[in-house]
């Protein structure tokens, strides 16, 4: 016996284990939410108000999708937000240029890649930190947008578009089913390809993935412009929902974003972290806010116990971590 | 001497505690009675009874793993014994945080220096301890005072410079004074010349002397038994976490120690068989690269070529250049025969080369993830079926790997972080032999790792090279190379300075080449 079993004689817990217990506890807070205000309000549980808390919660789900993925290798994406409300003037602009709309649907996710492909750049070719070149650009894309505009918003006409985040499939809300169309790829990506164990791998040691073959900076290239792209989609769910590009509209959806992922789990230090996470974060965030409106609370009360409902979660989550240890 | 006193003077009394309760010199100023560590239900320390006199210097040696560390950080109070009794000039104490040591004048200086890299010599002798008046920092009084107590201590180092812009070495210097000048009645060092020059650990020397002269107890933690016998009046060993002796430096000899230290011989431990050298695998021909030049060697199938030389050598540069981690400058590399332009990790891994890097915290793993990942890590694009994972492959090839290396876990799942040094090794050996490889590159594979696992790996290292693979064994620690390698080569300042065959030299020849006297 010498110091070779100290710590492994600790115990680690199985780390699987510990990522499904912490998703069916925060599944369990979701229910637990929705049984409450289900008792404390008439509404709630109406399928008006159903369908429009998935629709509140679909797109900043996407968004922390795809921020989980930059997050993961611990680095950040500061412009989502700015780059919903940049593509959304984008499509808006095709559309009223009469481009057709697959092309201006394809030319907008196009955008979001470049604009991914450009803070990968910043980072893996400039060595800037992913808060600062993603911080430049969350400023930049919203002057780009304003000029494009000349300040103000551009109409969309285009009726398919925009009754599409109206239009209901097999009972639930389209922008619901876009989650899905979204999160089952992400999930195969994240938890069952190799690229997904890449994107673990850079975050926690990024020279011992190298050393390891790993292609680092193709990974880093990947997540940013995962992140974007979610984004770009995003920016096109909110220009057919309110039927306007706007490049002010999504101003602090990427603290929200990065609240839900971290709510799911997700480690600001990197390689912690899923996709079935960030995605119950969002509703949970979703539900506060719905709940809060039907209440009747005060919207600046709701802002407050959103941020202490992070502090509280994220508190349990690392005690959490730490016990299991 | 004085200017080290007026240093001190200069300070608040507070720390000043230790110093009025003296213990007469021969005296025991620290007592420990069945001591005892434990994490779980593992003995890092078996309950042990040690006793430090005043204005001694104690030397402690063992293998790696052996218990040190766990005692050094019992006494400095950054863990908690789990029993047993410790007492400080004849009464019980606790020691139960890093500040009580401080306070009763416990301190250490480590092996890596924990300083602040940015601010300069003077501020960080003085850190969390400034000289102030009416709150303003005199910065201009500790830095002449600061510089008053290196010129005393004759290092001859601006105490105005960042202290990042100095060499290990120096900045280890920096942190002896620091310590020096902390009213210390005990002071421990943790393997402080692995980093240093020869000049640099003999200016250390002197001070330590100088800091008994003055009264204060040393332990000098080493496993260089020429320290350990120029320096020490006492030495204690440990083994596998019991203290199995403590001797008088005058009443015993190496050999003794080493006994003690492994209870083994040496040729149990460096197990050694030859195969017919085969093949020339890859061959450097005038190989330079970013700390390294003119580098020429081959490696056979079959053998294993060592190479010796001081920490920054160039060794592990050679190596990563090898690896294409780093973009050799000139030179040509054959890889069996045929020349090779080795632009990247990649392209170095699909030729047949694997590499345990030097240091496997920072190079070698991905250390809060699991130890499953880890394994499978360069093989991912072989366990891919079409778009995903093939689930049962990689489960089967990581578990694989853990029982055929014997590494101690419960699950393939647990992090790697929870493994102890040994075991982690084992983690980046069985990510190389999963993968597979004609020529394994290992940069010093049994730092931090106990004795049973050492003999583990030179064992697998025989199972390599019977397969027809060739091994390049890099190592600071001579008998290892010493005893292994079926060619040696000492490196000193980037360069090749010297070959041997097996064992054609003697330790002292290889040693004075690394070192180029």
């Known amino acids: ?325 | 001497m004085t200017d080290l006193q007026d240093a001190r003077d200069v300070r608040t009394e507070g720390l000043q505690v230790a110093t009025r309760h003296p213990v007469p010199k021969g005296e025991p100023i620290l007592e420990l009675r069945a001591l005892q560590k434990k994490y779980g239900t593992v003995e890092a320390l078996k309950p042990a009874s040690l006793t430090f006199l005043s204005g001694e210097i104690h030397a402690i040696v063992g293998e790696n793993g052996a218990g040190k560390s766990t005692l050094i950080k019992l006494l400095t109070g950054v863990i908690k014994r789990t029993s047993g009794e410790i007492f400080w000039c004849g009464k019980p104490v606790q020691l139960g945080t890093p500040h009580e040591a401080i306070e009763r004048g416990i301190n250490a200086v480590h092996q890596e220096v924990v300083l602040c890299a940015h601010l300069s010599v003077a501020a960080n002798m003085f850190l969390g301890d400034e000289i102030n008046r009416n709150g303003v920092m005199r910065k201009r009084a500790m830095t002449d005072a600061a510089q008053r107590v290196l010129d005393d201590l004759g290092f001859n180092l601006p105490a105005g410079a960042v202290l990042g812009s100095l060499t290990i070495g120096q900045q280890q210097l920096v942190a002896t004074a620091r310590a020096a000048m902390r009213g210390t009645q005990f002071l421990i060092f943790d393997e402080p010349t692995a980093y240093l020059t020869r000049q640099e650990s003999a200016q250390l020397f002197r001070l330590i002397r100088r800091l008994q002269a003055e009264g204060v107890t040393i332990v000098y933690i080493s496993h260089r038994m020429e320290e350990v016998f120029e320096l020490a009046d006492r030495v204690s060993v440990l083994r596998d976490g019991t203290h199995v002796g403590t001797r008088k430096i005058g009443e015993t000899n190496e050999a003794e120690l080493i006994a003690l230290m492994i209870n083994r011989t040496i040729e149990q431990i460096y197990h050694k068989e030859h195969f017919p050298a085969g093949a020339v695998i890859v061959e450097t021909r005038n190989l330079s690269g970013p700390g390294f030049k003119d580098v020429s060697l081959t490696v056979r199938a079959g053998e294993i070529v060592g190479l010796y030389g001081l920490i920054g050598a160039g060794r592990s540069e050679f190596a990563l250049g090898l690896y294409g981690r780093h973009r050799p400058t000139a030179g040509e590399i054959y890889w069996q025969g045929r020349k090779v332009d080795i632009a990247s990790e990649r392209v170095a891994m699909d030729l047949g080369i694997a590499l345990a890097p030097e240091s496997r915290r920072d190079q070698g793993l991905c250390l809060n993830l699991p130890i499953g990942l880890n394994i499978n890590l360069p093989v991912f694009n072989r366990l891919t079926r079409g778009l995903t994972i093939n689930g049962q492959q990689e489960r089967e090839n990581a578990d694989r790997q853990i029982r055929d290396l014997k590494i101690k876990t419960p699950s393939r799942r647990v992090l790697a972080s929870a493994m102890s040094g040994g075991n982690q090794q084992k983690i980046v050996i069985g990510k190389w032999l999963s993968h597979g490889a004609k020529l394994f590159i290992f940069d010093e594979p049994t730092v931090g790792v106990d004795v049973g696992t050492k003999a583990e790996i030179y064992r697998l290292f025989a199972r390599l090279l019977e397969k027809g693979a060739g091994i390049i064994l890099i190592s600071s620690y001579l008998p290892e190379v010493y005893e292994l390698s079926d060619r040696l080569h000492v490196f000193r300042r980037g360069q090749l300075v010297a070959s041997h065959d097996y064992r054609a030299a003697s330790h002292e020849e290889v040693l004075t080449q690394a070192i180029g006297v």
């Open chain 1, 1 to 325: 016996m010498s110091a070779e079993t100290v710590e492994s004689g600790a115990g680690a817990a199985p780390r699987k284990g510990v990522s499904i217990l912490f998703g069916l506890t925060l599944l369990g807070l979701l229910l637990f939410l929705w049984l409450l205000l289900g008792f404390a309000t008439n509404s709630f549980w109406t399928p008006n108000n159903i369908s429009n808390l998935l629709r509140q919660g679909a797109m900043t789900a996407i968004l922390a999708v795809g921020q989980t993925f930059v997050i993961i290798t611990a680095g950040i994406d500061l412009s989502v937000g700015a780059v919903v409300g940049f593509t959304s003037v984008i499509v808006a602009w095709l559309l009223a240029a009469g481009v057709p709309l697959w092309a201006a649907i394809l030319l907008t996710l196009a955008f979001g890649v470049l604009i991914g492909a450009f803070h990968a750049f910043g980072i893996v070719r400039m060595g800037l930190p992913p808060f600062i070149i993603t911080l430049a650009t969350l400023t930049s894309l919203r002057g780009i947008g304003l000029l494009i505009t000349n300040g103000s918003t551009i109409s969309i006409t285009n009726e398919a578009f925009t009754n599409f985040s109206r239009a209901d499939f097999l009972g639930v809300p389209s922008l619901f089913w876009m989650v899905i169309v979204v999160a089952v790829p992400a999930y195969i990506f994240l938890h069952l390809s190799r690229f997904g164990r890449y994107l673990f791998a850079v975050g926690s040691n990024s020279e011992a993935a190298r050393l390891s073959g790993v292609n680092v900076h193709r990974t880093i290239y990947l997540a940013y412009i995962l992140s974007s792209t979610c984004a770009a989609f995003v920016g096109l769910l909110l220009a057919s929902r309110i039927g306007i590009g706007n490049a002010t509209q999504a101003e602090g959806w990427e603290l929200q974003a990065i609240a839900s992922s971290v709510i799911g789990g997700t480690s600001l230090f990197g390689a912690v972290g899923s996709v079935h996470g960030p995605l119950l974060g969002a509703f949970i965030l979703a539900t506060i806010n719905n709940g809060a409106n039907l209440l009747n609370v005060n919207s600046f009360w709701q802002r407050i116990i959103t941020g202490a409902l992070i502090i509280v979660i994220v508190y349990f989550d690392q005690l959490r971590r730490r016990s299991a240890r």
